[in-house]
């Protein structure tokens, strides 16, 4: 028999209360759908918001098993929310819900569409060329300002000269929103150690964000995603960087799933 959906007792805040909060192998994810988590950031953008917004797939999910700072992290995020088929399933599968799934790049577009010139972003990670390709697009597209950019090679260890002079980069310039676009799980470990020094920002695990706005990787059409199909296109794009995260990590989520089944209320390490 499929268990009622597991609700979130370590979430205080009740900024979201129409929206379910799950627990789902150990992560806490709210069942938030897409033109709502765009309402609720352009809302928190407009009035200088401060706010945390993470996303889960698979490989995050995997990662989460042995690394109890990345649960830490989602527990703390204002927003959390699903981003990847695998995920759908695992919950409809263990919890009997799928929560809503998207990604940063099928929401930020109508954000900044909405926000224009009141935002201005700080593109943190890819390549600097990379990343003031995207800064330029979105200017141009959405009409925002550019409060910052800075790439993803750079010692992100707290307490770093690199992340110290980000850290003074990012306060002196205080974007609407920031941008961390440094895979996973480096991005959310860097927002881990540094979140509580920035200033009051909306920071986003954006992922391949820059990629897309710089028009490096072209994004599938939307129903090759509603499929579950994304990943394969991905990898078929980039054999070489992500055949490890997809022929080797899918197998290894599908043994967590069932463990998850096999034992849910499982200690964490």
């Not at 959906?5 to 979430?11: C, E, F, G, K, V």
Request: glycine share 8%.
């Amino acid at each position: 028999m499929i268990s009622p959906p597991a609700r979130d007792a370590l979430m205080p805040r009740d900024a979201f209360p129409q929206f379910d909060a799950l627990r789902i192998m150990g992560l806490r994810l709210l069942d938030i759908p897409r033109d709502a988590l765009a309402d609720t950031v352009v809302q928190a953008a407009r009035r200088g918001g401060r706010m945390l917004i993470v996303n889960a797939n698979a490989h995050c999910v995997v990662l989460s098993q042995r690394e109890r700072w990345l649960r830490d992290l989602f527990d703390r995020a204002d927003i959390a929310f699903c981003d990847g088929a695998g995920v759908q399933l695992a919950a409809a599968f263990l919890i009997g819900r799928r929560p809503h799934r998207t990604t940063p790049p099928e929401w930020i577009g109508p954000v900044l569409q909405q926000l224009g010139r009141d935002a201005s972003l700080f593109w943190l990670g890819g390549t600097q060329d990379t990343a003031e390709h995207a800064a330029r697009t979105y200017e141009q597209r959405y009409g925002v300002r550019t409060a910052g950019v800075r790439n993803g090679f750079f010692d992100a260890r707290p307490g770093s000269a690199d992340s110290e002079d980000i850290i003074r980069q990012i306060a002196a310039s205080r974007p609407t929103l920031l941008l961390v676009n440094m895979g996973m799980p480096r991005q959310e470990r860097w927002l881990y150690d540094h979140w509580d020094r920035l200033p009051p920002t909306i920071a986003i695990t954006a992922g391949a964000l820059v990629d897309h706005a710089a028009g490096r990787v072209r994004r599938p059409p939307r129903w090759v995603a509603n499929l579950g199909l994304e990943w394969l296109v991905r990898l078929v794009r980039e054999p070489r960087r992500l055949w490890r995260r997809y022929l080797l990590g899918l197998p290894v989520f599908g043994l967590h799933v069932l463990r998850w089944k096999i034992r849910p209320e499982r200690p964490q390490a």
